[in-house]
């Protein structure tokens, strides 16, 4: 069962997910209106109303949370600004317009390890999947090339993981004969895309 964390500043839009969630077997284990108040270190996925956010463009809380979690924005505006959620630690990116399945879809797509991404004609989005190109990544190399979506030095992809600088290279070339990407930029937009460049 997956469990989610929501963060949202309308009571009734809170309630209406909440309810919507459960009905589809997905259990809310915290609702917050703040993000002040810590997300439940229980969640699987964090639901994250872009209002509900104290400066529209902080990104900070949503980089806190993504430590732990999967983190699903909800938006207003347009996918042109999805990229900056997706660079600050979320998995994905959906209108806050979108029906109760779409919804329901793009959390259990992010808990799956996939990216969610909003389409061009705003209600929809696409889950993009890091071996949607043929590559098949090991766990371990997901985990690496996700900690690359978050900026992170090779350094500290190893001090999180816990093992070797060496043994970050080594994945991180594995990554990129996989994606078939070759220089940092490619690999970046790679990871936050979760398939590779063009």
């Known amino acids: 069962m997956i469990r989610t964390d929501i963060l949202g500043n309308s009571p009734i839009f809170v309630i209406g997910l909440v309810d919507t969630l459960t009905k589809a077997g997905i259990k809310v284990v915290a609702m917050r209106t703040s993000p002040t108040v810590d997300a439940s270190s229980l ?12 400066i529209p463009h902080d990104l900070t809380h949503i980089t806190e949370v993504a430590k732990s979690a999967a983190v699903l924005v909800l938006s207003n505006s347009d996918c042109i600004e999805a990229e900056m959620y997706l660079r600050a630690g979320a998995s994905g ?8 399945e779409g919804i329901i879809g793009a959390i259990r797509a992010v808990t799956s390890g996939s990216r969610v991404w909003p389409t061009e004609s705003g209600g929809e989005h696409t889950a993009l999947h890091a071996d949607t190109a043929g590559a098949h ?3 371990r190399e997901a985990q690496v ?54």
């Open 93 to 100: 990116v959906v209108s806050k317009l979108e029906s109760c």
């Open 137 to 139: 990544l090991s766990k």
């Open 145 to 198: 090339l996700r900690q690359i979506s978050r900026g992170l030095t090779h350094g500290q992809i190893a001090t999180r993981l816990d093992i070797s600088p060496h043994t970050v290279d080594t994945y991180v070339k594995r990554i990129r004969a996989k994606l078939g990407v070759g220089n940092k930029a490619e690999l970046t937009r790679a990871a936050l895309l979760g398939q590779p460049a063009a």
């Open 43 to 54: 969640a699987d996925a964090a639901v994250i109303d872009l209002d509900a956010l104290r």
